[in-house]
């Protein structure tokens, strides 16, 4: 009797646990990744191994939640490739926008929702170059075909040039809003939430799972930003010219390091650079470093600049891009420069490179000789002036230094102003 009530029992479980087993396994796994910030080469590979991690969990529907002002034309292909190649459906819900590459990104998908108040289009490519736009505007033509939209209404978000009537004008720039785009049938539907859109499409035993990013991922997606790539390089520039300024190796060198090591590994994880072009930019600092243990400003400093400016170019996706770049870190670096020689007499490592104690007749100091006799007297330099330098004023050989500007042999000079036993000179300009 004791083995029949056992037996009875274990149906009795089984009776009851069957229908949940069954439950779950008809139940849907919807993959949701978001597609957040600037389109570049970090966020496609986030995006490749959350696809790839959605596969290998089996999910029946990967959702693309977008939000994206654009990006890198490169990356937005390399992203819509990934998406077209799934037999997974694929959904894109446009949360707040899918602007330029967002456009791309969007109709690569199966289905297209949008959130109340979002907006799909403005995609013109940067540089907008005929070949650019011609390039760009067949990709999404291309997609649009495949996916059953219309070519037209995505190409007229790309060119200007294309008018399309009670739509937009030539000369204009496509960007459908929600019920704009709903109204012409583009999308498939609107949703507020995503459980809206599981619902529009019969998903009613559903489970929602998010794809995490994980630090290495979060860390390529800042170095890889065409929006951190600047500060990295002012960083390395602003680290360098504290080192420069102090003596030994110091926080600055650090910086500095750490500043170019991020800019370029950034680069080369884009693809933009090579070893070649590290190269570059090294001679180019090694220069710069070589002309500021110089006075004046030679040829080292020139080739030093057009070495950096030219490693930068080819470190870049564009010249656009390079342009930004350098105009944003150089003047940076240029008002950083300011701020540290204005701000390092009040520090102690000012000590270290500059003598602060000025030695004058008022404060009981009597120099061996009274250079005030020379003061407004012309004479001619017998070297160059880097800025110091010998003159010879009525057969007399002096040391000199000039305002910081050199000056070379053979050129006229004024004794323009005379400090303890330090003679300051300023050249007489002939005509």
Known sequence: ?????????????????????????????IYKIDVEGEVNKGMYHYIKESVDEANKKNADYILFDIDTYGGRV??????????????????????????SAGVLISI??????MNDYSTIGSAETIPNTEKNISYWTSQLKAVAEQKGRDPEVVAAMADKDIKIKDLVNKGKLLNLTTKKAD???????????????YNDLNIDNYVQKDATIKMSGLFRNIITSTYIAPILLSLGFIGMILEILTPGFGFGGIISIIGFSLF???SIYTGNSTSTTVFVFGIGIVLLIIEAMAPGFGIFGTIGIGSIIFSIIMASSNMMQAFVVII???????FALIYILKKLP??????????????????GYIPSQDNNIYLNKEGITISDLRPSGKIEIDGEILDVITEGIFIEVGQKVKVAKVESNKIIVRHIKEG
């Open 1 to 29: 009797m004791k083995k029949i009530g056992k037996l009875v029992l274990v149906l009795f479980m089984m009776i009851l646990i069957l229908p949940y087993k069954g439950f779950a396994d008809s139940q849907k796994i």
């Open 74 to 99: 490169d990356s937005a292909v390399d992203i819509s490739d990934i998406i077209i190649e799934q037999d997974t459906p694929t959904i894109a819900y446009i949360n707040k926008k899918a602007e």
């Open 108 to 113: 690569s998908c199966d289905y297209i929702y």
């Open 183 to 197: 109204e012409i049938k583009f999308i498939d539907g609107v949703a507020s939430t995503n459980k809206e859109i």
């Open 264 to 266: 370029f590994m950034g």
């Open 328 to 334: 944003i870190s150089f003047t940076v670096s240029i």
């Open 346 to 363: 009040k520090r102690k490592m000012y000590k270290t490179l500059f003598l602060s104690t000025t030695l004058n007749v008022e404060k």
